[in-house]
């Protein structure tokens, strides 16, 4: 099974700040890579597919990248909105999610 | 607009059995597959099972395989996750997800239900 590692767990930024969220995959999953976000008693909702391709209707501040293994999701601006859990998911063999991020207003 | 509604959950005992529903609507249901994702109090989310729109194929995580089941009713665009020998561990808010593909066959969950809560206790 492939393993998805999820860092951090939590981080605290002001608002404008650049956020960095970073997903490593155990084994190679292409660009198989979906971020979600999950904001306090809600369902997730899929910001970005296939690693760097923005979901429709998404605001443009956020942004994924891929290197290998290894993923990152960016939030160019963070706005109180954005308060959330982030979630990156493989779907390169069955789905694995990781651990889950959580954003806070510092 | 499109929409999943899931229904079922509820209070059973250990070694019971629940069976999950998700009502469809605003897509043409059979063209997709669609997948039971949980979230147990706290945690983060889980994958469960996957069904393709045919209802040809099926995939179970390790953690409910043979105990799970996963069906769908495309005439009534209905997804089903029968549940059996539930154990403390399966507690948790159970969402059902529609499966969304791009061109280059990469796939995520583009519309989400708003999860119906099982819990497993004595």
């Known amino acids: 099974d492939i393993q998805m590692t999820q860092s951090p767990s939590s981080l605290s930024a002001s608002v404008g700040d650049r956020v960095t969220i970073t997903c490593r995959a155990s084994?190679?999953?292409?660009?198989?890579l979906n971020w979600y976000q999950q904001k306090p008693g809600k369902a997730p909702k899929l910001l970005i597919y296939a690693a760097s391709s923005l979901q429709s209707g998404v605001p443009s501040r956020f942004t994924g990248s891929a290197s290998g293994t290894d993923f990152t999701f960016i939030i160019s601006s963070l706005q109180p909105e954005d308060v959330a859990t982030y979630y990156c998911?493989?779907?390169?063999?069955?789905?694995?999610f990781g651990q889950g991020t959580k954003v806070e207003i510092k | 607009e499109v929409q999943l509604l899931e229904s079922g959950g509820g209070l059973v005992q250990p070694g019971g059995s629940l069976r999950l529903s998700c009502a469809a609507s605003?897509?043409?249901?059979?063209?997709?597959?669609m997948t039971w994702v949980r979230q147990a109090p706290g945690k983060g989310l889980e994958w469960v099972s996957t069904l393709t729109g045919s209802g040809g194929s099926t995939y179970y995580a390790d953690s409910v395989k043979g105990r799970f089941t996963i069906s769908r009713d495309n005439a009534m665009n209905t997804l089903y996750l029968q549940m059996n020998s539930l154990r403390a561990e399966d507690t948790a808010l159970y969402y059902c997800?529609?499966?969304?593909?791009?061109?280059?066959?990469?796939?995520?969950?583009?519309?989400w239900g708003q999860g119906t809560v099982v819990t497993v206790s004595s």
């Open positions: 998911q493989q779907s390169y063999s069955t789905w694995t």
């Open positions: 084994q190679s999953i292409n660009s198989y």
């Open positions: 605003g897509f043409t249901f059979s063209n997709y597959a």
């Open positions: 997800a529609k499966s969304f593909y791009d061109t280059s066959g990469a796939e995520a969950f583009d519309i």
